[in-house]
């Protein structure tokens, strides 16, 4: 069973930092290209940015130079460092495993002004 588990959200201030955890299990780790999404109450869900099991990453383009994803395969962890945050950053963000259906239950980012 494929379980991902986030860690992380919280409140912050704008132009404060958080780092975003992804625990995941049940799933050859390695092999898989990892992500983290966002959505809003009235919105889709959005990349914000992936991993591949190269570790090539790509990112939104209002999240680049400000975040970075990285992923630790021993651990079977990906993180999303987020920098010099905003409030329109705020949102729910979602691990993605890789695969239909793989996702975590989210966790909430808010940035106040």
């Known amino acids: 069973q494929v379980q991902l588990v986030e860690s992380g959200g919280g409140l912050v201030q704008a132009g404060g930092s958080l780092t975003l955890s992804c625990v995941a299990s049940g799933i050859v780790f390695s092999t898989r290209n990892m992500g983290w999404y966002r959505q809003g109450l009235r919105n889709s869900r959005t990349m914000v940015a992936t991993?591949?099991?190269?570790?090539?990453?790509e990112y939104a383009d209002s999240v680049k130079g400000r975040f970075t994803i990285s992923r630790d395969n021993a651990k079977s962890t990906i993180s999303l460092q987020m920098n010099n945050l905003k409030p329109e950053d705020t949102d729910v963000y979602y691990c993605?495993?890789?695969?239909?259906?793989?996702w975590g239950p989210g966790t909430q980012v808010t940035v106040s002004a």
């Open positions: 991993i591949d099991r190269g570790y090539a990453t």
């Open positions: 993605y495993g890789g695969a239909l259906n793989d």
